[in-house]
C-alpha cells in the first residue's frame, strides 16, 4: 500500500485528474476498510491521501467540496490530533461551501474542534446558534451535545439532550 500511495503521490501533477480522483478514491476505500477491521495506523495514511486529493483539487465537485467529506476529512484530523490543520481547513471551507448552510456547518465544524480540545462550553455554546434549516446538521449537533454533557457528567442534561436527539431522528 505505501509503495502505491508514494506512486500516487509522485504521479498526482502528471495524470489526468478523473484518474488522479479514481486512484485516490481506490486509496481511501482500502484504509476506511483496514480502520473499520481495526488497523487504526491507516489514519495516517488516510489523513495524507486526503491532503494530497486536496492539494490536487481531486475531492471538488463543481468548485464545492460536500459537507459529506468535509465532515469525514475534519473527524479523521480530530483524531488525530491535528488540531491548527483543521482549524485552517475549517475556515478554508468556509469560503466554498453553500450560503444558505455555511454559518452552520461552520459552527458544526468549530464546535467539534472545542470538543476535541476540551472546551466543552465553547463547543456548547457554538452549538447553541445552530439553525434549523438542516436535519442532517441538527442531528449531528444533538450528538455532540449528548456527547458534550456525557463529558460534563450532567447526567440530567444528557438526558434531556438524547429525548430532543430520538426527536429529530
Known amino acids: 500500500f505505501t509503495l502505491f500511495k508514494d506512486k500516487i503521490a509522485s504521479l498526482a501533477v502528471t495524470i489526468e485528474h478523473e ?4 486512484m485516490l478514491g481506490l486509496a481511501v476505500r482500502f484504509c476506511e ?3 473499520e477491521e481495526g488497523a487504526s495506523v491507516f489514519e495516517r495514511d488516510l489523513f495524507e491521501i486526503y491532503l494530497l486529493g ?3 483539487e481531486a475531492f471538488i465537485e463543481n468548485e464545492k467540496l460536500g459537507y459529506s467529506f468535509q465532515k469525514k476529512i475534519i473527524d479523521l484530523g480530530l483524531r488525530l490530533s491535528e488540531y491548527k490543520w483543521v482549524l485552517a481547513f475549517i475556515n478554508e471551507c468556509n469560503a466554498i461551501n453553500e450560503k444558505a448552510l455555511k ?3 461552520f459552527l458544526l465544524h468549530t464546535a467539534k474542534l472545542h470538543f476535541a480540545q476540551s472546551t466543552i462550553g465553547d463547543c456548547l455554546q457554538k452549538l447553541s446558534r445552530l439553525s434549523n434549516q438542516s436535519l442532517e446538521l441538527q442531528i449531528e449537533a444533538q450528538k455532540l451535545v ?3 454533557y456525557e463529558n460534563l457528567k450532567d447526567s440530567k442534561q444528557e438526558k434531556l ?3 430532543q436527539l430520538k426527536q429529530l431522528i
Do not use: T
Open 54 to 56: 486536496l492539494a490536487n
Open 103 to 105: 454559518e452552520d456547518i
Open 146 to 148: 449528548v456527547k458534550s
Open 33 to 35: 476498510r483496514r480502520i
Open 161 to 163: 439532550a438524547n429525548q
Open 19 to 22: 484518474e488522479l480522483k479514481e
